[in-house]
């Protein structure tokens, strides 16, 4: 007994240590690949044609039909075909358009977010990318939710199984996320080919359907008359109806999902010979033909989908337990053409619905890297894979669980992250055409994004779950960012130093002997400044007039970026004062690498010199968190202590 307990305790610590290591595998390899100045090259692509990109978008964007005309007729009724032909317009008038301009302005596939990181600055614009960092995650979390549960719900009503899997639409919702993210914690490899079987068959099932709905509205002469009677009674005059169904569509937003993945998708599109990294044009104008071709179709079974599911499917059958609720087209196929049919289209919805999710729990792996370790807001396990997929599949079985896997509820919250992404992206080709001084597209963009901040302030008025869920995003990705980015406040933080030619000589003149800096805030940079500075500091510190001092001066570029270059110049200031000037985030962080980079080139741990700043500490931390300055010499110290660990090597700090 008493010898199994050390070998208990082993065992224990040996299995966390194997858990640990599983989780974290390829963490470092994963940093690598991320965007910004420590990335790996990747290597040669050579990309595929674009009508197969489009189905990995497709993927996404062809599987809202599965729910999309159920969801049409539940919010609009009999008005359903006249408020999808508005939303068919808003599609190829207003969204098209923008993400084609998108394309065009972000080639790498960042999308509308990257535009306008570049055109916001400091903090604000940081703060203003988290923000949309939170929609969009509630748009591909909730599109994994509310791919699963209607998946499910195609599962549930096949004619085969409703007896049995009825009533349990939670548990087997929750199943088919659980897959999912087995699928990631093995290891995920986006597979095109697979896209592509899966969007062919089920748009040619759909085309099926489609066609032989319209043969039978087209045949049963009572049909047409029935809407149009009804329609008539129900809402009066054709005018009222434009009206009502321009109110109304805001809705129906979840048809203009897709176009943010279709830009997301753009890296896997083969260019032409002659493009480059710089411009790619043959990837542009692939991008654009995904774009426009996708709109197209989706728009063609938008409008004809809506039309048949509204005139052959009773309205009752659309209510929350109707066998038409989030599978209109599934219902027509079952109706129409048999049992065998519409398993099969079951069969290819729940597939290609479930594969949905896993292009949305990719898109969600890909965008979190892409910004928060470049802003210093990211935990270090945040750039494995397995961590955060176990973080965004907790998320989602607590949002299943929440809407109780029910499609309809969980409509306006994908609305809303779909919405504001598409208002961000209008609003940015706008600012960018602005820019460029085009003044037609500028006026046309601005009347797009109007629109569109229309239908999300209807959509958030109708629907507010999705600002909440939202918000709870907004709110979690910002706590977690900036508590990630207070623990990695004393982080080196810059990527390399380099000197030009005078700051190299300075250096080199004083290698063979005891090397001092002096650390000083620029203003007048007058005579008198760093005469005084200078006698101050030899004061302070006991430094004999024969031995040489250089002056050093950070400039703060942009406080609220992590990770920066270090360029050093020199320069004689008024004939006689040698000074090294630096610009960048934070001053303790940059005088560090300096510092560390000096002794590492001549060999000798040099000196630098401080005088104590006034105030508090807590304010003085504030400072350097927000603005880079603040009590530097203890926070350069930190820094220092952490980067180089042994003490006999670590540059030496003096405080006077």
């Given at each position: 007994m008493v010898s199994s307990t050390p070998g208990g305790t082993a065992s224990d610590g040996g299995a966390r240590h194997r858990l640990r290591a599983w989780l974290l595998e390829g963490l470092t390899d994963i940093a690598k690949r991320q965007p910004g100045p420590h990335a790996e090259p990747e290597g040669v692509h050579q990309g595929q044609r674009w009508w197969r990109v489009m189905c990995l978008t497709g993927l996404d964007y062809f599987s809202t039909l599965g729910y999309q005309p159920g969801i049409a007729a539940l919010a609009a009724g009999l008005l359903s075909p006249l408020a999808t032909v508005v939303l068919v317009v808003v599609t190829l008038a207003g969204a098209l358009p923008v993400y084609r301009r998108v394309a065009e302005e972000s080639p790498h596939g960042q999308g509308s977010i990257a535009m306008l990181e570049r055109l916001l600055t400091f903090w604000k614009g940081k703060l203003f990318v988290l923000t949309l960092l939170g929609f969009a995650a509630t748009d591909f979390l909730i599109t994994i939710t509310l791919s699963a549960a209607d998946a499910t719900a195609h599962l549930v009503e096949n004619p085969h199984f409703t007896a049995v899997l009825r009533g349990h639409e939670v548990a087997i919702t929750l199943i088919l996320v659980g897959m999912l993210g087995a699928v990631f914690l093995k290891g995920f490899t986006e597979a095109i080919g697979i896209a592509v079987a899966l969007v062919a068959a089920y748009l040619l099932l759909?085309?099926?359907?489609?066609?032989?709905?319209?043969?039978?509205?087209?045949?049963?002469?009572?049909?047409?008359?029935?809407?149009?009677?009804?329609?008539?009674?129900?809402?009066?005059?054709?005018?009222?109806?434009?009206?009502?169904?321009?109110?109304?569509?805001?809705?129906?937003?979840?048809?203009?999902?897709?176009?943010?993945?279709?830009?997301?998708?753009?890296?896997?599109?083969?260019?032409?010979?002659?493009?480059?990294?710089?411009?790619?044009?043959?990837?542009?104008?692939?991008?654009?033909?995904l774009l426009t071709t996708a709109a197209v179709i989706m728009s063609v079974f938008l409008?004809?989908?809506?039309?048949?599911?509204?005139?052959?499917?009773?309205?009752?059958?659309?209510?929350?337990?109707?066998?038409?609720n989030g599978r209109a087209l599934a219902y027509l196929a079952h109706e129409y053409l048999g049992s065998a049919f519409g398993s099969v289209y079951d069969a290819s919805t729940i597939a290609i619905l479930w594969f949905a999710g896993a292009s949305a729990m990719a898109g969600l792996l890909n965008l979190m890297p892409r910004y928060l370790p470049r802003y210093g807001m990211a935990p270090h396990w945040a750039r494995a894979v397995r961590p955060m997929v176990l973080v965004f599949i907790a998320i989602a079985f607590l949002v299943t669980w929440l809407f109780k896997a029910d499609v309809d509820a969980q409509g306006?919250?994908?609305?809303?992250?779909?919405?504001?992404?598409?208002?961000?992206?209008?609003?940015?080709?706008?600012?960018?055409?602005?820019?460029?001084?085009?003044?037609?597209?500028?006026?046309?963009?601005?009347?797009?994004?109007?629109?569109?901040?229309?239908?999300?302030?209807?959509?958030?008025?109708?629907?507010?779950?999705?600002?909440?869920?939202?918000?709870?995003?907004?709110?979690?990705?910002?706590?977690?960012?900036?508590?990630?980015?207070?623990?990695?406040?004393?982080?080196?933080?810059?990527?390399?130093?380099?000197?030009?030619?005078?700051?190299?000589?300075?250096?080199?003149?004083?290698?063979?002997?005891?090397?001092?800096?002096?650390?000083?805030?620029?203003?007048?940079?007058?005579?008198?400044?760093?005469?005084?500075?200078?006698?101050?500091?030899?004061?302070?510190?006991?430094?004999?007039?024969?031995?040489?001092?250089?002056?050093?001066?950070?400039?703060?570029?942009d406080p609220s970026e992590f990770e920066s270059e270090l360029r050093v110049c020199g320069e004689v200031v008024h004939g006689r004062y040698r000074v090294l000037t630096l610009q960048s985030a934070t001053i303790p962080n940059a005088l560090a690498a300096l510092l560390l980079r000096v002794r590492d080139m001549t060999g000798q741990r040099p000196h630098i010199y401080f005088e104590w700043t006034e105030g508090h500490p807590l304010a003085h931390f504030l400072r350097f968190f927000l603005f880079g300055q603040g009590e530097v010499a203890p926070v350069t110290r930190e820094v220092l202590r952490e980067a180089e660990p042994d003490r006999g090597r670590r540059p030496h700090v003096h405080v006077g």
């Amino acid at each position: 007994m008493v010898s199994s307990t050390p070998g208990g305790t082993a065992s224990d610590g040996g299995a966390r240590h194997r858990l640990r290591a599983w989780l974290l595998e390829g963490l470092t390899d994963i940093a690598k690949r991320q965007p910004g100045p420590h990335a790996e090259p990747e290597g040669v692509h050579q990309g595929q044609r674009w009508w197969r990109v489009m189905c990995l978008t497709g993927l996404d964007y062809f599987s809202t039909l599965g729910y999309q005309p159920g969801i049409a007729a539940l919010a609009a009724g009999l008005l359903s075909p006249l408020a999808t032909v508005v939303l068919v317009v808003v599609t190829l008038a207003g969204a098209l358009p923008v993400y084609r301009r998108v394309a065009e302005e972000s080639p790498h596939g960042q999308g509308s977010i990257a535009m306008l990181e570049r055109l916001l600055t400091f903090w604000k614009g940081k703060l203003f990318v988290l923000t949309l960092l939170g929609f969009a995650a509630t748009d591909f979390l909730i599109t994994i939710t509310l791919s699963a549960a209607d998946a499910t719900a195609h599962l549930v009503e096949n004619p085969h199984f409703t007896a049995v899997l009825r009533g349990h639409e939670v548990a087997i919702t929750l199943i088919l996320v659980g897959m999912l993210g087995a699928v990631f914690l093995k290891g995920f490899t986006e597979a095109i080919g697979i896209a592509v079987a899966l969007v062919a068959a089920y748009l040619l099932l759909n085309a099926v359907v489609v066609a032989v709905g319209l043969w039978h509205v087209c045949t049963a002469p009572h049909v047409i008359p029935d809407w149009s009677r009804a329609l008539v009674a129900e809402r009066g005059s054709p005018l009222v109806m434009v009206g009502v169904a321009l109110v109304i569509f805001p809705k129906l937003a979840l048809g203009l999902s897709g176009f943010e993945t279709g830009v997301a998708v753009m890296p896997h599109i083969e260019g032409k010979p002659g493009d480059t990294e710089e411009r790619p044009t043959g990837r542009v104008q692939g991008a654009r033909k995904l774009l426009t071709t996708a709109a197209v179709i989706m728009s063609v079974f938008l409008i004809t989908s809506s039309f048949i599911t509204t005139l052959l499917i009773p309205q009752r059958a659309f209510e929350p337990g109707g066998q038409a609720n989030g599978r209109a087209l599934a219902y027509l196929a079952h109706e129409y053409l048999g049992s065998a049919f519409g398993s099969v289209y079951d069969a290819s919805t729940i597939a290609i619905l479930w594969f949905a999710g896993a292009s949305a729990m990719a898109g969600l792996l890909n965008l979190m890297p892409r910004y928060l370790p470049r802003y210093g807001m990211a935990p270090h396990w945040a750039r494995a894979v397995r961590p955060m997929v176990l973080v965004f599949i907790a998320i989602a079985f607590l949002v299943t669980w929440l809407f109780k896997a029910d499609v309809d509820a969980q409509g306006g919250a994908y609305a809303t992250g779909v919405l504001v992404l598409i208002t961000s992206a209008a609003i940015a080709v706008t600012i960018a055409a602005r820019r460029a001084r085009q003044r037609g597209w500028t006026i046309g963009f601005g009347v797009i994004s109007l629109i569109f901040l229309y239908t999300t302030a209807a959509n958030v008025i109708e629907r507010p779950d999705g600002v909440k869920i939202g918000a709870c995003f907004i709110a979690g990705i910002m706590a977690v960012s900036l508590l990630s980015r207070v623990a990695r406040a004393f982080e080196l933080r810059v990527t390399s130093v380099t000197f030009d030619a005078l700051a190299e000589r300075f250096v080199r003149d004083t290698a063979h002997r005891r090397i001092r800096f002096i650390a000083n805030k620029p203003e007048s940079r007058d005579l008198v400044e760093y005469r005084e500075k200078q006698h101050q500091i030899r004061a302070d510190n006991d430094i004999p007039p024969e031995d040489d001092i250089i002056f050093v001066e950070v400039t703060v570029a942009d406080p609220s970026e992590f990770e920066s270059e270090l360029r050093v110049c020199g320069e004689v200031v008024h004939g006689r004062y040698r000074v090294l000037t630096l610009q960048s985030a934070t001053i303790p962080n940059a005088l560090a690498a300096l510092l560390l980079r000096v002794r590492d080139m001549t060999g000798q741990r040099p000196h630098i010199y401080f005088e104590w700043t006034e105030g508090h500490p807590l304010a003085h931390f504030l400072r350097f968190f927000l603005f880079g300055q603040g009590e530097v010499a203890p926070v350069t110290r930190e820094v220092l202590r952490e980067a180089e660990p042994d003490r006999g090597r670590r540059p030496h700090v003096h405080v006077g």
